[in-house]
């Protein structure tokens, strides 16, 4: 999680938000891979004294719990979430890591998954199936000159 792993500016923009939304739209109950504790990998979110970003000893707002009320989401609720006591840390942030909330996940929607795989497998042997044709009518045109 440290730069996301990448050192271009832009592609550790977008993993930074592809992984926020990963948290958002699938599991949106999980915060970190384990643990909330492995923002701390990150150098925006980490608790050390060597940088003043203002998302220090916080978590992204994917991990917090909304109120249902709310019409807008708040972004800045993960803020110094983790200078409290751990103990009030489920109080406002989700505790459980999201790697647990996949194991969790997966097995009631094998057949969700199984028939997304498949569908992605069968468009790209069409692809395949696709490309073939062309390259066979293209090779048939050059013949023909």
Same mark, same amino acid.
């Given at each position: 999680?440290?730069?996301?792993?990448?050192?271009?500016?832009?592609?550790?923009?977008?993993y $930074?938000?592809?992984?926020?939304?990963y948290?958002? *739209?699938?599991?949106?109950?999980c915060?970190?891979?384990?643990?909330p504790?492995?923002?701390d990998?990150?150098?925006y979110?980490?608790c050390?004294g060597?940088?003043?970003?203002?998302?220090?000893c916080?978590?992204?707002?994917s991990?917090?719990?909304n109120?249902?009320?709310?019409?807008? *989401?708040?972004?800045?609720?993960?803020?110094?979430?983790?200078? $409290?006591?751990?103990?009030e840390?489920?109080?406002?942030?989700?505790? $459980?890591?999201?790697?647990?909330?996949?194991e969790?996940?997966?097995?009631?929607n094998?057949y969700t998954?199984a028939? *997304?795989?498949i569908?992605?497998?069968?468009?790209?042997?069409?692809?395949?199936?696709?490309?073939?044709?062309?390259?066979?009518?293209?090779?048939?045109a $050059?013949?023909?000159?």
């Amino acid at each position: 999680m440290y730069y996301y792993r990448y050192e271009n500016t832009e592609v550790s923009c977008c993993y $930074k938000y592809l992984m926020f939304s990963y948290n958002i *739209v699938f599991w949106n109950q999980c915060c970190g891979a384990q643990y909330p504790d492995d923002w701390d990998l990150n150098v925006y979110f980490s608790c050390n004294g060597t940088h003043r970003s203002r998302e220090k000893c916080g978590v992204p707002f994917s991990c917090c719990i909304n109120d249902p009320a709310d019409l807008v *989401v708040n972004t800045q609720c993960g803020y110094d979430v983790r200078n $409290k006591p751990k103990r009030e840390w489920s109080k406002h942030i989700f505790t $459980k890591g999201c790697i647990t909330a996949l194991e969790d996940w997966l097995p009631g929607n094998l057949y969700t998954v199984a028939v *997304v795989f498949i569908v992605i497998s069968l468009l790209q042997m069409v692809g395949i199936y696709l490309a073939r044709t062309l390259i066979s009518d293209i090779e048939k045109a $050059k013949f023909s000159y």
